[in-house]
């Protein structure tokens, strides 16, 4: 896989990041002193999360002590969906959050001062279906006209998705009803027929197949979103103006983690018990995405653009100013 870096920020945050872990082991980190002699404007941040497999670095960074090497204390608090992480970021709650792209670019088309600090996750073929019941009469996209799809935040991602595959069979967002349910909970609505479809990623989509037998009825990371951007950290402007020193700290050793998420299968499918709702078996056999090592602007514009194709956004938005400058 081929990445682009963004900016000079991103490329000291890896490269220190990669300098760091050919010193030590990934089990104990090198010695921070240099990192951390000018102290941090904030050493404790409260960090907003899905239990889901894009936020595996987190976790990673975390339980093998790369954010304490740096000298940062991060709290992980779950959420149900990146729009609703970002309302308790704005509101001051959070001081970081996991966040789904779309639901960025929909803030910054509003006015709210966002950066995106991280990448986290992008797709991969069969990481997020759209699901039905075993027993639906729902055989293509086209039947889903005037039925109802389970999504975990509307405007978001997952809608984008869907209304992306919905275009391609000859309906619009406007012919279908979406619905908010958390991940967790959208086999249990399937199988009461709350909703006709769920739109669905692991450990999710694998528990509904395996509990009710949910049947995939299309893959939404195809053609224009193949390889899309799904998710990446966010702070305010804000924060990443006040705290430049914190936030290259976070940059350091969130880079170490990608890189083994990026690299080692295992460790994800170790630390993915930890904080989701999935077994070691069913962590072995999943679908998994990718997890990007570097911050790629051109990238992130393809989010930008499709939002932009598919009447999410009225203007356009360059993802650059999205992404921070030099924060030393």
């Not at 991280?118 to 006209?145: C, E, H, R, W």
């Not at 949910?214 to 939404?220: E, H, I, S, V």
């Not at 430049?244 to 083994?260: G, L, M, N, S």
Request: aromatic letters at 6%; proline letters at 5%.
């Amino acid at each position: 896989m081929r990445f682009k870096l963004a900016s000079r920020a991103v490329i000291a945050g890896v490269a220190a990041a990669l300098a760091l872990s050919a010193c030590g082991s990934s089990d104990t980190p090198a010695d921070t002193t240099s990192a951390n002699a000018g102290g941090l404007e904030k050493a404790s941040i409260k960090m907003g999360a899905l239990p889901i497999p894009d936020s595996a670095a987190l976790y990673i960074a975390r339980d093998k002590g790369f954010f304490k090497a740096e000298g940062l204390t991060v709290e992980i608090e779950p959420v149900p969906g990146g729009a609703q992480a970002q309302q308790s970021l704005m509101g001051g709650t959070l001081d970081a959050t996991q966040t789904n792209y779309v639901s960025t670019f929909l803030a910054v088309s509003k006015g709210q001062k966002m950066k995106i600090i991280s990448d986290l996750y992008q797709a991969a073929p069969n990481s997020f279906n759209l699901m039905v019941p075993k027993d639906s009469g729902i055989k293509t996209p086209a039947d889903l006209k005037g039925k109802k799809i389970a999504v975990n935040s509307k405007q978001n991602i997952g809608t984008l998705a869907v209304t992306t595959v919905l275009k391609t069979h000859g309906l619009t967002e406007k012919d279908v009803e979406f619905v908010e349910f958390p991940f967790p909970q959208m086999g249990a609505q399937l199988a009461s027929k709350t909703v006709d479809a769920a739109w669905m990623t692991e450990p999710a989509l694998t528990a509904a197949q395996k509990t009710i037998g949910a049947q995939k009825l299309a893959d939404t990371m195809v053609d224009s979103t193949a390889d899309f951007p799904i998710a990446g950290v966010a702070v305010t402007e804000k924060f990443a103006t006040d705290n430049p020193k914190t936030v290259a700290a976070f940059q350091r050793a969130i880079a170490k983690a990608q890189q083994i998420a990026a690299t080692d299968r295992k460790a994800v499918e170790e630390i993915l018990p930890t904080y989701t709702q999935i077994d070691a078996a069913t962590a072995a056999v999943i679908t998994l995405g990718s997890f990007p090592t570097s911050l790629d602007e051109t990238r992130l514009q393809r989010v930008a653009d499709l939002m932009l194709e598919q009447g999410y956004l009225t203007s356009a938005i360059d993802a650059k100013t999205i992404l921070p400058g030099n924060l030393g």
